[in-house]
């Protein structure tokens, strides 16, 4: 059975939907009921489901992971997310957009390339990302580095690159099977922003 746990930390509410070896959804917001909601509607249709006030070890874990993720912070380790309701392409989206490392960002178009189909398909898989932060949507931008869309709201993507800025000044490119994903640093769309801000 699935546990929905949500919970709040200074000014943010954040909230995961697991059982003991699997994330099923993940989420974070300014109000319990926007985090509930995104939580059901990310959860696999008819499975069922408690809320749980206390976490389990593992939601507990996810939990702190979600809050790291937030403020800018490194994270290491590797979950288990539960896809298998989610299409073959929904996948391999995912499973791209989650290799962009803190400090740096790709664009729709790039991981098109990795993962096939075009921008506007990419585009669509982070609107319904259903493991943010996990699987870094805001590290998705526009080819020409500004910020793109976000679910959450332009500034509050913003906010989460201001937190992850790292200094790095090159580009890189990451291993995808037989193909790459180039990645550049956060600082580019930074500067971006800076002269354009909105």
Same mark, same amino acid.
């Given at each position: 059975?699935?546990?929905?746990?949500?919970?709040?930390?200074?000014?943010?509410?954040?909230?995961?939907?697991?059982?003991?070896?699997?994330?099923?959804?993940?989420?974070?917001?300014?109000?319990?009921?926007?985090?509930?909601?995104?939580?059901?509607?990310?959860?696999?249709?008819?499975?069922?489901?408690?809320?749980?006030?206390?976490?389990?070890?593992?939601?507990?874990?996810?939990?702190?992971?979600?809050?790291?993720?937030?403020?800018?912070?490194?994270?290491?380790?590797?979950?288990?997310?539960?896809?298998?309701?989610?299409?073959?392409?929904?996948?391999?989206?995912?499973? *791209?957009? =989650?290799?962009?490392?803190?400090?740096?960002?790709?664009?729709? &178009? $790039?991981? #098109? @390339?990795? +993962?096939?189909?075009?921008?506007?398909?990419?585009?669509?898989?982070?609107?319904?990302?259903?493991?943010?932060?996990?699987?870094?949507?805001?590290? *998705?931008? =526009?080819?020409?580095?500004?910020?793109?869309?976000?679910?959450? &709201? $332009?500034? #509050? @993507?913003? +906010?989460?690159?201001?937190?992850?800025?790292?200094?790095y000044t090159v580009k890189q490119e990451i291993s995808v099977n037989s193909k790459s994903?180039?990645?550049?640093?956060?600082?580019?769309?930074?500067?971006?922003?800076?002269?354009?801000?909105?």
């Amino acid at each position: 059975m699935i546990s929905l746990h949500i919970q709040r930390h200074e000014n943010v509410w954040f909230g995961v939907a697991c059982d003991e070896e699997k994330v099923f959804a993940t989420t974070f917001g300014s109000s319990q009921e926007s985090v509930r909601r995104n939580l059901l509607q990310n959860i696999p249709f008819n499975m069922p489901f408690h809320h749980s006030e206390k976490p389990s070890p593992f939601a507990g874990r996810v939990m702190e992971m979600l809050k790291k993720i937030y403020y800018g912070k490194d994270v290491s380790e590797n979950l288990s997310l539960s896809a298998e309701h989610l299409s073959d392409y929904f996948k391999k989206v995912i499973k *791209v957009a =989650s290799l962009i490392p803190v400090g740096y960002v790709s664009s729709y &178009g $790039l991981i #098109a @390339k990795a +993962a096939g189909g075009s921008p506007r398909a990419v585009g669509r898989v982070m609107a319904m990302n259903p493991f943010a932060p996990l699987v870094p949507c805001h590290r *998705v931008v =526009s080819s020409d580095f500004t910020l793109g869309g976000y679910g959450g &709201g $332009l500034k #509050a @993507k913003l +906010a989460f690159l201001e937190r992850e800025k790292r200094g790095y000044t090159v580009k890189q490119e990451i291993s995808v099977n037989s193909k790459s994903l180039q990645v550049f640093p956060v600082e580019f769309v930074l500067k971006k922003v800076n002269v354009n801000s909105f």
